[in-house]
């Protein structure tokens, strides 16, 4: 490592600052986890909104997903990874799909299977983290984020998306987004938001990013604007038109084309902003710190402290 020559004089430069440096440099060697969960009933749009979220490089290994159209009789859980590099910085992205969810006609408990994936994940980290001779760098397939997908009836929640989010917004960051916004007027729109936001206050439900989880004034400040404008109704598209001499993406509807990346159209701009431009670090650390930590502490408790935690043996959500 080069030595910053300011440093030698006693009052000078110590060179402090240069851990950003230093840490830069470690996580663009190690590359980094991310995994998002998308769930909603079929035909929302959510294998084409994680498909423009991140653009081609998903679409490529996806196609085929979402064309799709037998519903399969319980709640499946498919997870895909795939690396995707930007400017030198390796993410390896999985996105764990969940066919099947809310499509039945009894849907009780359809949350279940869900529940019980994210806590094996908890499981497997904890397992590896209590191992003697444990890996310096645990692989991480634990869910860093929910995407719930609320079907655009501009009425309000069914008694499952309230169901859902009950039971597992104390287990995983949950996001609630508004699916296929272009099939509502902008008032539409607004009402609905308003609504469900209502709902989910009625009901307690707490979703990312959490106000007890705000770190002092300046987040807490950031993270309200945020939660004053969720959940954000999206479009998602595969499609590329024309406009003012640019390529973008969007739908053709009844009014004109819908720019998915148009702020001025959709929320989608938005919520990827949100997702992966300025909450993607903390998503992985409230996972960590909350999630997991719960999951942990509940794990190593019942098990009468540090004994080993035999194999087989994944506990049920009970929280
Ligand atoms: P999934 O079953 O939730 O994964 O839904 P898909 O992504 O497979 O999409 C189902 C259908 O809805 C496809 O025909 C898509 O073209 C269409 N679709 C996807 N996103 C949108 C959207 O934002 N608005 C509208 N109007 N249609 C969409
Ligand atoms: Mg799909």
């Given amino acids: 490592p080069t030595v910053p020559r300011a440093g030698s004089t006693l009052l000078g430069y110590i060179g402090i600052d240069t851990i950003i ?27 084409t909104l994680v498909n423009t979220l991140f653009k081609s490089q998903v679409s490529r290994w996806s196609s085929g997903w979402g064309g799709e159209h037998k519903i399969p009789k319980t709640v499946e859980i498919k997870a895909v990874s795939h690396v995707i590099e930007e400017g030198g910085v390796k993410m390896k992205l999985t996105v764990i799909d969940t066919p099947g969810f809310g499509d039945q006609i009894n849907n009780e408990n359809c949350w279940d299977p869900i529940s019980k994936y994210i806590n094996e994940q908890y499981e497997k980290f904890l397992k590896e983290e209590v191992n003697i001779a444990r890996k ?7 869910v860093h984020c929910c995407l719930y997908f609320i079907s655009p009836t501009g009425h309000s929640l069914r008694q499952l998306d309230i169901e859902f989010m009950k039971h597992l917004s104390r287990v995983v960051n949950i996001i609630p987004v508004i699916a296929k916004s272009d099939t ?27 106000n007890e989880f705000d770190d002092d004034m300046e987040d807490k400040n950031e ?6 404008a969720m959940p954000f109704a999206v479009v998602g598209s595969d499609k590329e038109f024309q406009v003012n ?75």
Wanted: with cysteine.
């Fill in 245 to 319: 001499g640019k390529r973008v993406l969007g739908r053709k509807t009844a009014w004109g084309v819908v720019e998915v990346e148009n702020p001025n159209h959709c929320e989608f701009a938005l919520l990827r902003d949100f997702l992966i431009r300025s909450h993607l670090q903390d998503l992985k650390e409230v996972t960590h710190n909350i999630h997991y930590e719960t999951y942990r502490a509940r794990r190593l408790n019942d098990n009468g402290g540090l004994h080993p935690i035999s194999a087989n043996n994944t506990q049920e959500s009970n929280l």
């Fill in 223 to 228: 993270n309200d604007k945020i939660r004053e």
């Fill in 21 to 47: 440096e230093q840490m830069r440099k470690k996580t663009m060697k190690a590359g980094f986890d991310f995994n998002i969960m998308i769930v909603g009933h079929s035909g929302l749009g959510k294998s």
């Fill in 184 to 210: 509502m007027t902008p008032d539409e729109k607004n009402e609905f938001k308003h609504r469900v936001r209502k709902e989910l206050e009625t009901h307690g439900i707490e979703y990312y990013p959490q």
């Fill in 136 to 142: 310096k760098r645990i692989p991480d397939t634990r």
